[in-house]
């Protein structure tokens, strides 16, 4: 069955066959007459646009499967699905609405104890962490944690853990998030979570990268593995791209600036259409770059467009430690005036205002 040959080419990472099949399946009259062969054709359709890096498209087909809830867990991974999409294309309050929507009708159904309800739940963490509220995130974070110890949930209770590790991190507590990220890994270890299992150890090589002094080389040792098994899985684009970034940053600490260039083209060639916080990272990657190279004004120009890129998207938080980031530049370049305006630019971003009476 055609439907079979989708699925098989999603899971082998080779999400082009399985559009080409599930459309062919979607396109066949007798479709219909089966009853929810059109159901999940449409679920195996949306994972490989999403695959593909084609969120907009993803999206309209999931809003669509929503719309209809089913009392099992395939109604909750479609749910996941749709916030994670408007998540990754920078669309935080939708990406939230989501759960918000489906609460209710899950209570209905009975399906609150399920893994994938907990995982909804942590999903959203995830777009309040991105979307510059890590205090709402970790509460998210805690509740998920009682629910999946409530409920037995093993791989809940994990991802709980995996989102608590990012909100920490973003508190600029990286031995604590490293310590919770590890936690959650030894409990994917023993599951067939292999995709999340990809995506924490890529989350954990980060980590490693934004320790004081960065470990670069045991960042580089673990995106090798993650690497070559996102080669053998049905990896989303988003997470594709971000394993290259991720190497461009790492080959960047370690002063070659060569195979950063090649990691960042490769993300910038892999990464979804609308992706505006992978956006802002290749941008800033990109200014760094330009910066090493002695480029001062190409790399303004690189960090400046960054921050408009997580401004428009809505993540003030990125965007003020990008301002941050280019103050030091600047600075750093003799620009005194351009480091001030900059700071000054964070600080609005990060909701600080001037003193009354004084002027700016």
Not at 71 to 81: M, N
Not at 180 to 189: D, G, H, I, N, Y
Request: net charge negative; hydrophobic share 45%.
């Amino acid at each position: 069955m055609d439907l079979d040959l989708a699925d098989l080419a999603l899971a082998s990472g080779d999400a082009r066959t399985a559009l080409a099949a599930v459309d062919a399946v979607l396109s066949d009259p007798a479709t219909e007459q089966v009853p929810g062969l059109s159901r999940a054709a449409r679920q195996v359709r949306a994972g490989a646009l999403e695959r593909l890096g084609d969120l907009t498209a993803a999206i309209v087909v999931l809003e669509d499967l929503v719309a209809t809830p089913t009392p099992d867990a395939s109604w909750l991974k479609t749910l996941i699905a749709l916030s994670r999409c408007y998540r990754d294309s920078g669309d935080f309050p939708r990406a939230i609405a989501v759960e918000e929507r489906a609460a209710a009708t899950i209570d209905d159904l009975g399906l609150q104890g399920l893994t994938e309800a907990i995982q909804l739940t942590v999903t959203v963490a995830g777009a309040h962490l991105f979307g510059g509220d890590p205090g709402t995130a970790m509460r998210t974070c805690l509740r998920a944690i009682e629910a999946a110890e409530e409920h037995g949930s093993v791989i809940g209770k994990a991802s709980a853990y995996w989102n608590a590790s990012l909100v920490e991190a973003a508190r600029g507590q990286i031995e604590t998030a490293i310590d919770l990220a590890r936690t959650a890994l030894a409990t994917f270890e023993l599951s067939d979570d292999r995709r999340n299992r990809i995506k924490l150890r890529s989350q954990i090589a980060n980590l490693h990268l934004m320790q004081d002094p960065p470990d670069a080389p045991t960042a580089l040792e673990m995106l090798d593995g993650v690497e070559l098994e996102m080669n053998w899985s049905d990896m989303p684009a988003w997470d594709l791209a971000f394993t290259q970034v991720l190497r461009a940053k790492a080959h960047l600490l370690l002063g070659d600036l060569d195979a950063a260039r090649t990691c960042l083209d490769r993300a910038e060639q892999i990464k979804p259409t609308e992706a505006p916080v992978l956006e802002a990272q290749c941008l800033v990657l990109h200014g760094r770059l330009a910066f090493a190279d002695g480029d001062h004004a190409e790399a303004r120009q690189r960090f400046r467009a960054g921050v408009h890129a997580l401004t428009a998207a809505g993540s003030d938080r990125g965007a003020a430690q990008l301002w941050f980031d280019l103050a030091e530049l600047l600075a750093q370049v003799g620009d005194t005036d351009g480091a001030v305006q900059a700071f000054r630019s964070a600080g609005a971003s990060s909701g600080l205002q001037p003193p009354t009476g004084l002027t700016r």
